[in-house]
């Protein structure tokens, strides 16, 4: 029976918070489909990610989708849930989507009364001051995601859903280790704490783990506390199987966040094939075939060894699309489905959970075995089914990483990054 059970509403999310588990030496399954999940066979999990891709979902959808997962949880997991399970609530960083509606109607469903919430990410520099989240320090509605926020206050967004909701300062999480826990234990109803560092993720895991709440809320910094990891050459991950990365690489970046149009522009200016999707990306006056004869050359025609012979495809230079964000991301799915038929690259990288899911879709894949973190936010993972089972997956969120990230990545899959499952 898994030890931990994740629902997350975005694909990215989902991965890089399953890595927590891989890092700590458990088999991480990461379920992209949950309503065809019984398909699914993974007995040696320990750690399952239902991903319900409801971000961008209506609300009343949202919190339907989070619910209905609870129906397809291990015995002894459903309510009343039996210890030692626990059950993580995986929400953005940044708080976009529906994090108050769906971790209520995952707390009714599964019939318990009280949840930690901690969003911070140190990681990937964001934190949370006063029930307040920052992003490289400044507060949400002076970054790129406040278009997409209604808040970046904890207590604005948690609070109005039939939950008390308690706060915890940064000086409260500092103090007193068994206080901690003894505070928390006398709360009924949510509790939204404080995070600046990773320090303070892992006094709050162990003071949860310590007083027995059972639903925790928040990014993959606080999965990852909640995980220990396993120091480097002691870890086992109950194989031996050796994964070896080559190239060619292609990389679907559907994510129009400026660090991913930095980390693209870096690679291009490094010598990677890059490829901007038309205007008429996804209309009838647009040529699927054509596109793919000419990035097929790309990749079919270059020098193994070089950078030519890696290719980002992205709609980064695309304008709002009539059509909506959610046809423009399956139209790139069906693009990178025809894209790997053709030239069977040796990794794709997939920026942005809603293309992610497209292009996994259009690959007829249900399922994501992970097997690595290559940098925070970033997962490896192979398809577990489907016809391309096997197929090395990178996932990275869209405002993830410096500006050399993507080219980072290329270079290691370029010297044929290999390494052992069990000595990582």
């Not at 969003?119 to 006063?130: E, G, L, Y």
């Not at 679907?252 to 999707?277: F, K, N, W, Y």
């Not at 209309?283 to 950078?307: C, I, M, Y």
């Not at 990275?396 to 000595?423: N, P, R």
Request: net charge negative; glycine share 10%.
């Amino acid at each position: 029976m898994p030890k931990l059970s994740v629902i997350a509403d975005d694909l990215t999310g989902a991965c890089d918070t399953g890595c927590a588990g891989v890092l700590a030496g458990l088999r991480t399954m990461v379920i992209l489909d949950v309503q065809r999940s019984q398909n699914v066979d993974a007995p040696w999990a320990d750690v399952i990610v239902y991903n319900t891709d409801s971000r961008y979902l209506p609300v009343d959808q949202a919190a339907r989708a989070v619910a209905g997962v609870v129906a397809n949880l291990p015995k002894g997991m459903q309510r009343p849930i039996s210890p030692p399970h626990l059950v993580y609530k995986k929400i953005d960083s940044t708080l976009r989507g529906h994090p108050g509606e769906e971790l209520a109607a995952l707390m009714r469903a599964l019939g318990v009364t009280c949840a930690l919430i901690v969003p911070a990410f140190p990681a990937q520099r964001r934190t949370t001051i006063d029930g307040q989240v920052l992003v490289n320090g400044h507060p949400l509605a002076q970054t790129p995601f406040a278009s997409e926020v209604a808040s970046g206050d904890l207590r604005s967004l948690f609070g109005g859903h039939g939950y008390p909701v308690h706060a915890i300062s940064l000086e409260d999480v500092r103090g007193d280790k068994d206080g901690l826990a003894q505070h928390m234990a006398e709360q009924d109803g949510i509790i939204i704490a404080d995070a600046e560092f990773d320090d303070d993720l892992q006094l709050l895991a162990t003071a949860a783990q310590a007083c027995g709440i059972q639903v925790l809320c928040g990014s993959a910094g606080l999965a990852h506390s909640l995980l220990a990891p396993v120091p480097k050459g002691c870890k086992a991950l109950h194989s031996s199987e050796a994964y070896r990365l080559g190239g060619p690489l292609l990389m679907i970046a559907g994510s129009r966040h400026p660090a991913t149009l930095r980390q693209i522009e870096v690679a291009r200016a490094r010598g990677v094939a890059v490829m901007d999707v038309p205007p008429e990306f996804g209309q009838t006056s647009w040529s699927r075939s054509s596109f793919l004869k000419e990035s097929g050359a790309r990749l079919d025609d270059s020098d193994p060894g070089r950078n030519e012979s890696h290719l980002i495809i992205t709609t980064a230079r695309l304008d709002d699309s009539p059509l909506g964000k959610h046809v423009i991301a399956q139209h790139l799915g069906l693009l990178a489905a025809d894209a790997v038929e053709r030239t069977a690259p040796g990794v794709i990288l997939l920026t942005g959970g809603d293309v992610a899911t497209a292009v996994c879709t259009a690959l007829n894949a249900h399922a994501i075995e992970l097997l690595d973190e290559l940098h925070p936010g970033i997962a490896l993972g192979r398809l577990a089914d489907g016809p391309h089972v096997g197929l090395h997956v990178i996932t990275k969120a869209g405002g993830f990483g410096d500006d050399e990230t993507l080219w980072q990545l290329v270079k290691k899959i370029g010297s044929q990054m290999s390494c052992l499952v069990s000595d990582l």
